[in-house]
Each structure stands twice: as structure tokens, then as C-alpha cells.
């Protein structure tokens, strides 16, 4: 064999080992990868949700309510129950990989996306979340939700999970899980996402204070008078959340908001407001 073919097939066999070596690299670079990519998968910006509610749910002017177009989301029911399936093939592996925030505003999306789901199975046949109660149950008790693998109903979403003691103590999630009442805070017109989630959750509790209908002082019983909300939920203002123990501590955080009256606002910031609820309007947030 002469010289010049022998350093020929050298260079030839050279190539074909780092031929080998690069593809036997990138394979196990792929292996590697895989399981990185599953769990980071899941869309943290909600964007399938969010085109949804953008389109059909609006503020009020005052910016203090919303309604729901019930019969739009009717509409685009698969692609409703597209984000319900993406949000139920979340596996609780994944789940627990989340940060805390993102934890919190998946759990929140996944309740008012799956509200909305239980609202259109009887819509437009009835005139409140409560005409779906059957004998036994009520409509928080329905276990129609998959989730982390296993069946749930709202009221696991809600009371098992997002206000689970020691888990997340924000009491201000009230203000944006949605009942589809009228009474119930806005839902918002766009998806609850971690990269925002302390200032969406600020928002929609001083547009839910603001609203008179639901919360307002009286200036000539010294009294304020509340959404039952505060009633049912009392314990959730005492998780020392941002250092506020009672509602009267967080009534005195928001008096400017409360009321327009100087003196009511001191009365409400020194606690010395006495507090009573008002009735809790259980009617359909549709749009009309």
C-alpha cells in the first residue's frame, strides 16, 4: 500500500470516529435533555386562557365588577376544554417542580377555567351557580375535575389547596378565584401568571373595596358593611399575611379605599369601625 493511501483512509477512519463520537453525544445530550423539557413544558403565561377570557369577560365602568359572555364561551366550547385538558395533564411530579407563585396562579386559573366549564354544562338553562346543586351535593361538591392525577371538585381546588394553612396564607386570593356570581369578586379579563401575580392580586382587591355595592362605610352608624366574604373566610385574615392578623388590620390597610370620608378613614384605620355583611347576591355573572 503506498504512503499517500494509507494517510487517506487514517484521515477517512479519523472522520468516521468523530462522526460516531458527535452522534453518540448528541444522543446522550437528548436523553439528558428530555425529562428537562417535560418538566419545564407547561406555559406559565396561561396564553390559551388568557385568548379566552380577553375575549369574553369585560369590566364594568367602574371597573369594579366584570361580566361573562356565557354564550360566546359556549361558542368556543373546544377550545375551552383544550386549556382543561392542558391544565389536567399536569402531572403532580411537574406540579411540585413549579415555583410558589406559579403554583398559586395555576391553581387559581384551573378553578375559574373549570367555573366557567361547570356553568356552560347547564347554561343557558339556569340563573345561578347554586341551580346546579343536585340532592346530595352542591355545585362545589361535583367531582368533575382531573387534576395532579386524580379526581377533584372545587371546593378541593379552593379549600384543599389554594387555602390550605401553611401553604400559601394569602388571603387576597379571594379576589380573584370566581364564583360566576355577582357577588363574587371580578373575574379578570386575563389569566392569573406568577410573573405578576402580587400585583394582580393588589388590583382586584382595591377594585372589589372600591365597589359600593359590596363593600362601603356607614358614616352614621360608624359601621362597615362588607361582603359576606369576610364572614365566611374570617380565619384567612389571620395567616399574618404582610403582618395583618384580623380584618380590622386590613380594613385600617385599605381605609382610603373604604370610604371618601376623612374622618370615617381615620375611624376605619384606628379599627374602631364596627363591621357587619351585607347580603351576598348569588345571580349569574352573565353578560346582558
Not at 436523553?31 to 375575549?55: E, M, R
Request: proline share 2%; net charge positive; glycine share 6%.
Amino acid at each position: 500500500m503506498k504512503v499517500g493511501q494509507q494517510s487517506m483512509e487514517s484521515s477517512l477512519n479519523l472522520q468516521r470516529r468523530r462522526t460516531l463520537l458527535a452522534i453518540g453525544v448528541a444522543g446522550s445530550l437528548s436523553l439528558v435533555a428530555a425529562p428537562v423539557f417535560a418538566q419545564s413544558g407547561f406555559d406559565h403565561t396561561h396564553a390559551a386562557w388568557d385568548a379566552l377570557i380577553k375575549k369574553h369577560v369585560s369590566w364594568n365602568a367602574a371597573g369594579t365588577t366584570s361580566a361573562v359572555n356565557y354564550r360566546a364561551f359556549a361558542a368556543e366550547r373546544a377550545a375551552l376544554k383544550s386549556v382543561l385538558e392542558q391544565y389536567s395533564a399536569v402531572t403532580k411530579a411537574q406540579y411540585e417542580g413549579f415555583k410558589r407563585d406559579e403554583k398559586l396562579a395555576f391553581l387559581i386559573n384551573v378553578y375559574n377555567a373549570f367555573t366557567v366549564e361547570l356553568i356552560l354544562t347547564k347554561f343557558p338553562d339556569l340563573k345561578s351557580i347554586k341551580d346546579i346543586s343536585g340532592v346530595f351535593s352542591k355545585p362545589w361538591s361535583i367531582k368533575f375535575i382531573k387534576l395532579l392525577g386524580e379526581d377533584k371538585h372545587l371546593d378541593n381546588v379552593e379549600h384543599d389547596m389554594i387555602r390550605a394553612k401553611g401553604v400559601f396564607d394569602e388571603p387576597r386570593v379571594h379576589f380573584v378565584v370566581n364564583c360566576a356570581s355577582i357577588g363574587c369578586p371580578a373575574l379578570r379579563p386575563e389569566a392569573i401568571v406568577a410573573s405578576k401575580l402580587d400585583a394582580q392580586l393588589e388590583d382586584s382587591t382595591r377594585r372589589f373595596l372600591r365597589d359600593r355595592t359590596r363593600n362601603r362605610f356607614n358614616a352614621q352608624e360608624g359601621k362597615l358593611e362588607v361582603s359576606k366574604i369576610f364572614d365566611w373566610f374570617k380565619v384567612d385574615w389571620s395567616s399574618g399575611y404582610k403582618g395583618i392578623s384580623s380584618r380590622e388590620q386590613f380594613f385600617a390597610k385599605y381605609a382610603d379605599i373604604m370610604t371618601d370620608d376623612a374622618a370615617g378613614q381615620q375611624i376605619v384605620r384606628d379599627s374602631k369601625a364596627s363591621i357587619g355583611f351585607l347580603e351576598y347576591d348569588w345571580s349569574l355573572n352573565n353578560k346582558r
